[in-house]
């Protein structure tokens, strides 16, 4: 079987038609050269270049096979410029997990953002909550994830790369609704729809913490999982919801937001990656995010 070289030499003289240029061409001498041409018709089992003493062109078999050859070369130099750029990480596939309040402005910002930058890096969307996308990291599931803090994880770095406001969510009618902003204390005794302990852990923690000096406390009459969900009781008169700033974008009818008078009722987002990562297109995506990338 013939090799690459071989081919090459091969179009350089049927390009040519002149064994010196072919060789000079190559930056080889000539009885090297001819003795690929030989090696490669043997291999192919016919005569490929006609020669004499005066002249070199091409056999019939040559002709045909000269089509089939430079083929063959830009396939092969394709090839290898592909395997440069999946090396390189500017060519690949990244799975990057994100939170359902990450895919309201955050995701959607980044992911134009990154495939503009790099346009052959294909990134595949999948939506978990936080707590799901450490083990979805550890098992290779997902390469990267964007998810609230969850503390120091074994195996997996992380960098903030998002701080967004809490809001007071409500209906239109409320009495609250008024005022520009709200004071924590004003929500005593109040109906409050609440994050669950479980799937919306960090907003349950994080609000409760806020809401610790109230007295007395407002009434929980509702824990859930999701934003969306806060926010669809509030529209139907349950109750009142501290929700991420960017949970405005939802826009639903009979809903308005306020600011609270608390400077550190703010919501963090997280990059998350792991050490040692395998995959050179995941590392230009997070160094893209945490470097270059400026968050909405």
Known sequence: MFDLPQLRCFVAVAEELHFGRAAERLHMTQPPLSRQIQLLEHAVGTQLLERTSRSVRLS?????FLREAQA???HAERAAELARRAASGHLGRVVMGYTA??????VPSLL????TAYPDIEIVLQEMVS???MPALAQGDIDIGLARPLGAQRGVRHQRISREPMLLALPARHPLAGRTQVRLQDLAEQPVVM?????GRYFHDLIAQL??????PPRFVQHVGQTHTVLALVRGGIGLGIVPASAQHLRLENVVFRKLWRRDAVADIDLYWREGEGNPAADVIRDFATKVWTPP
């Open 211 to 216: 809401l610790r000096p109230c007295e007395p």
């Open 72 to 74: 063959i070369l830009r």
């Open 195 to 199: 994050y669950s302990s479980g799937e």
């Open 101 to 106: 309040v990450a895919g309201y402005v955050l």
């Open 112 to 115: 134009n953002a990154a495939t």
């Open 60 to 64: 019939v078999a040559g002709a045909a």
């Open 131 to 133: 707590s799901a996308q």
